[in-house]
Every structure is written in C-alpha cells, then in structure tokens.
C-alpha cells in the first residue's frame, strides 16, 4: 500500500465513489460521516492523509482542521462548493494543505492526493517537522539547546517566548488563535487572554524582527491569530 487516507464526508455515494478511485491506486482508505468520527479513526490509525468534505454535520471540516493541528501533522486535503470559497480561506488558514473545488473529477482527486504524498513524504517532509532545528529562512530555532538564531545572530527569549515561537515554527503557515496558542503554552483554560499573548508576541518580534512593526517572520492575521510565515 502507498499508504492510508481517511475520506470524511457526511455523503455516502461521494465516499464511496472516492474509495473506489483512491484503492485503484492502492492507497487503503477509511472512512468517516463526520468530523467526530474522523477524530475518533485519526487516534486508532497511522493516517498519512485526510480528505475532508468543509460542509458536515455534527463538526464541520474547519474545527476538525483546527483540533488535528493541535496534535497531528496530517496532511489535509479539504473539499467545498464554489460557494463555500471563503469557508476555504479559512480552512486553509487553520491548516489545510490543499483544497478542491466541488464537482471535481476523480483524476483531478488523485493527482492531488498523489502530489501531496509525494511531496511530503518522499522528500522527507515529516522528519523535517519534527526536527530538532526548525529553520524559516535566517531563522532557525534549535529544540534541544533551546537557541534561536536570527541571521548568525543569537538571540535570548524567555521560556515561554521560546515555547510560543516553537509552537509556531513547528507549524510554519499555519495560523494559531489567540486562545490556541494561551492553553498550549500555558496549559490552562484561556478567556481574555489576547493582550497576554500580544504582550508576548511583541517581545518576540522586538528580538528577531529587524523592523518590529513590518515582521518578516512572525505574522499576525487580523481577527484570527498570529503564523509563522513559510
């Protein structure tokens, strides 16, 4: 087997339609109605890849998007109508790899889920997330020496600036919220927390940034959260 994806979609005839397309190019695939039996399949199994209808009850694609990148560096292909483009937006902003557009073909699927496996597993993408440097151009970022450098210039950060920046160079792209990021550093329930976690965003910008106020490296996204830009 090239390796197991998981169909999710609250559409019987559209997952098993895809099935039968992706096994012809011996991928073993499970499947899921809904985003919380999607969750369910992810603790069970080793899944390489996640096709996921935006639109399903119960959860929608972008909260499962949201809870798998919590924990899991799964790959996610999202799928929506064209009138869902900004539920897309969204979906990719929260960590979706890729999307489709509805209807689609099933050679237009395969391609897809074939270049995203290839690019991400045959070029070693999943050990280099989970490195013991993470590197964003001049930025680099080492886990077990707890050094960052800043163009061959090393800087200090606190405990928690350094776990914040981990967090976020650990995703590059993806976008954190606010709350995310409180209850992942630290480990508490978070209401009210923006200015907390501005507080410290600023200082991380004022040691690695060159001009704070126009980053090169950490980004906010305006009502939603903060990234590590690719």
């Known amino acids: 087997m090239k390796g197991t994806i998981l169909v999710v979609d609250d559409d019987t005839a559209i997952r098993e339609a895809m099935k039968i397309y992706l096994e012809q190019d011996n991928y073993l695939v499970l499947e899921a109605s809904d985003g919380v039996e999607a969750l369910e399949l992810l603790e069970e199994h080793t899944i390489h890849l996640v096709v996921m209808d935006i639109m399903m009850p119960n ?7 949201y809870k798998i990148r919590q924990e899991k560096n799964v790959l996610i292909l999202m799928f929506s109508a064209k009138s869902e483009e900004v539920d897309t937006i969204q979906g990719l902003q929260v960590g979706a790899d890729d999307y489709l557009t509805k209807p689609f073909r099933p050679l237009e699927l395969t391609a897809r889920v074939k270049s995203l496996l290839r690019r991400y597993m045959n070029l070693g993408e999943y050990e280099a997330r989970d490195a013991d440097v993470l590197s964003v151009r001049g930025l680099s970022l ?15 950060l606190t405990k928690t600036e350094f776990n914040i920046l981990e967090l976020l160079m650990s995703h590059t792209g993806q976008v954190f919220f606010v709350q995310h ?16 976690v501005s507080v410290h965003i600023r200082k ?27």
Do not use: A, Q
């Open 204 to 230: 991380i910008r004022e040691k690695i940034e060159v001009d704070p106020k126009n980053p090169e490296y950490l980004k906010v996204v305006w009502g939603v959260g903060y990234k590590v830009e690719k």
């Open 142 to 156: 080492n886990r077990t020496d707890k050094i960052v450098v800043v163009d061959n210039r090393e800087v200090y």
């Open 181 to 196: 990021i409180y209850e992942s550093i630290w480990h508490e329930t978070g209401f009210n927390v923006e200015n907390t």
């Open 59 to 65: 959860m929608d694609g972008i909260m499962v998007t």
